[in-house]
């Protein structure tokens, strides 16, 4: 199928999308909040650079995109534009995401996945997802993924 829009177009829409404060993350951040947990946001000299920081929990959380990390979900579709550019850049993206992952536990934080399938669509269970997070917070537990 050929791009409904001309290259130079394609470009501007791609570079318009936000790497920060996503509608996804805002809403995580809001739903957090109002169970009465504190944060940071993107504290640079952690790896990864995670979106929302919990220093009391000793906890991060990311808030992935289905697209740009790659996640096996009805979201995410291969670009049938530049197969091989697209492939490349999701294929690093997701070998940082788990070099970060990595890094951090093994430094001795606790490290939460919010997938945005898990956010979007009619019928999801934004509480649920809430609840998820809070119970995994005032937990031990070293890793949460949450996901479709």
Not at 8 to 23: A, C, H, Q, W
Not at 68 to 93: A, M, Q, T
Request: hydrophobic letters at 40%; aromatic letters at 10%.
């Amino acid at each position: 199928m050929v791009d409904v829009v001309d290259n130079v177009t394609r470009s501007r829409m791609m570079s318009g999308i936000r790497g920060r404060d996503t509608k996804p993350e805002i809403l995580i951040r809001s739903l957090l909040h109002r169970h009465g947990f504190r944060f940071r946001l993107y504290v640079h000299d952690l790896p990864g650079k995670p979106d929302i920081v919990l220093p009391r929990y000793h906890a991060v959380v990311f808030v992935h995109g289905c697209f740009w990390h790659g996640h096996d979900c009805p979201l995410f579709k291969w670009p049938r534009s530049r197969p091989e550019f697209w492939r490349e850049k999701i294929k690093r993206n997701q070998e940082n995401d788990n070099r970060a992952r990595e890094a951090l536990l093994a430094s001795g934080w606790r490290v939460g996945v919010v997938w945005e399938c898990v956010l979007r669509g009619a019928g999801k269970n934004i509480e649920g997802v809430a609840q998820s997070l809070a119970d995994w917070l005032r937990s031990d537990t070293p890793l949460i993924e949450v996901r479709e």
